[in-house]
């Protein structure tokens, strides 16, 4: 059984900074595709940023120079690392691995 757990969100200022966690387990992290993804009230999920299944990363035009994905395959957990953050980043974060997905968890960005 697939499990994805994200944890690390929280309050933070306009200008800080953030790094989501994604524990994986019955999957692989380093296995693609792997990503983030995010919604906000009122809105569809949106892509943030995925490492595709041929190895290519992609990211929202928003949160380029901003965000980066990184992956620690011994502990089998993904990252989301964004800095910069900004009101409209304010959503519920969601990772996903082959196609699992976790619950999310929940980033306010708000002075």
């Known amino acids: 059984q697939v499990r994805i757990t994200e944890s690390g969100g929280g309050l933070v200022q306009p200008g800080g900074s953030l790094r989501l966690s994604c524990a994986v387990s019955?999957?692989?992290?380093?296995?693609?595709?792997m990503g983030w993804y995010r919604q906000a009230p009122g809105k569809e999920r949106e892509l943030v940023v995925i490492i595709t299944t041929g190895g290519r990363t992609n990211s929202a035009d928003s949160v380029k120079g901003r965000f980066t994905i990184s992956r620690d395959n011994a502990k089998n957990t993904g990252y989301l690392q964004m800095n910069g953050l900004k009101p409209e980043d304010t959503a519920v974060y969601y990772c996903?691995?082959?196609?699992?997905w976790g619950q999310g968890t929940q980033v306010i960005v708000s002075s």
């Open positions: 019955g999957s692989i992290v380093s296995m693609n595709p």
């Open positions: 996903m691995n082959r196609g699992y």
